[in-house]
């Protein structure tokens, strides 16, 4: 195993530790927070890689946390917390609010 196998495992255990978290989120802040453990913001206010089998859509609406709003692909859809609070992913970054941007 070389060094590159060993950045190749992190990244999908961080990934993986991640989505686990992130399904136990009950409220776009939770779930703004938690995911800041794991991936720096890029352009909105949390981010989440996505590109496996396993993505950030079915982890929450699988954990049934979340309702759909919109959907337009599974790297752009939004979706409401409990409370009516709602975000926006768009390839990795996720927004306050559910306008379709």
Known sequence: MTANDNDIDDYW???DKALDAAAECRS???LIDTLGRYYPPSSGVAFFPNGADRDLLGTLTD??????VWIQADY???LRDGRGDGFTYIEGDIVRGTARL
Request: aromatic residues 20%.
């Open 13 to 15: 255990t961080i990934y």
């Open 28 to 30: 776009v802040e939770s």
């Open 63 to 68: 954990a049934g946390h979340f309702d759909t």
């Open 76 to 78: 752009h859809f939004a």
